[in-house]
């Protein structure tokens, strides 16, 4: 089967650095994506892992180890409009599947 | 540039009423298409991809159908509705053989009353 486990909830204060951890369980992997959801919105793109290592892309970060089905998601300077629900996804099944986990609720505080 | 349309927005239908969920594609050819539902707090769970025309996986069993009637057209149905099928519908769609980014639609919020 396929499945992905992150946490449910994280919260951090403004200015801070969060990471959210997602490790999965699923077959033929294909690489790692995160997309955040603001509440009643659609997801949207963040980040895309393929190999291990690190991916930056301004403010967010995204790693992925493929020997441990591990990655995260690093988000630094964070800001109250970073609040909102971070998935992590697995693409799968020769790249024609997107799997999505549970999603990680972010709470920012000031 | 390419944009997805999904409509209706929201919707309520009583129960063992049908449905029709209607996602357009713009700009792009022969992209993958897919339909998620959202629980409230929950994740999004894969209902139905398409690779192609009239081709559909389908990933749950349930008391949905899809269907791909032209290239970036792809529908959501069924025939009687029941409770359980509440939730936020999302169509989506990807690059074909490059599925690392999905764009998603704006949702449809369905309440079966």
């Known amino acids: 089967g396929q499945s992905l486990e992150q946490p449910s909830e994280v919260t951090a204060v403004e200015g801070a650095i969060v990471q959210i951890n997602c490790t999965y369980q699923?077959?033929?992997?294909?690489?790692l994506s995160w997309y955040q959801q603001h509440d009643g919105g659609a997801p949207t793109f963040l980040s895309y892992?393929?190999?291990?290592g690190l991916e930056e892309t301004g403010r967010f970060s995204s790693f992925l180890s493929r020997s441990d089905s591990y990655g995260y998601l690093l988000l630094q300077e964070l800001q109250m409009k970073d609040s909102a629900s971070y998935f992590c996804?697995?693409?799968?099944?020769?790249?024609?599947?997107?799997?999505f986990g549970a999603g990680t609720r972010l709470f920012v505080k000031a | 540039s390419q944009t997805i349309h999904q409509w209706p927005a929201t919707l309520v239908q009583p129960v063992g009423s049908p449905l029709s969920l209607e996602c357009t594609v713009e700009?792009?050819?022969?992209?993958?298409l897919y339909w998620y539902r959202q629980a409230a707090g929950r994740g999004l769970q894969l209902l139905f991809y398409?690779?192609?025309?009239?081709?559909i996986s389908s990933e749950v069993p349930q008391n949905l159908s899809a269907s791909r009637p032209q290239d970036r057209q792809f529908i959501l149905s069924s025939k009687k509705l029941l409770l359980s099928d509440s939730g936020f519908y999302l169509c989506?769609?990807?690059?074909?053989?490059?599925?690392?980014?999905?764009?998603f639609g704006q949702g449809t919020r369905l309440t079966v009353v």
């Open positions: 989506a769609w990807s690059v074909k053989f490059r599925n690392t980014e999905a764009f």
């Open positions: 699923t077959s033929g992997f294909y690489g």
């Open positions: 892992n393929a190999l291990d």
């Open positions: 996804a697995v693409i799968s099944t020769g790249g024609f599947k997107t799997i």
């Open positions: 700009g792009t050819s022969n992209p993958n």
């Open positions: 398409s690779v192609g025309i009239g081709q």
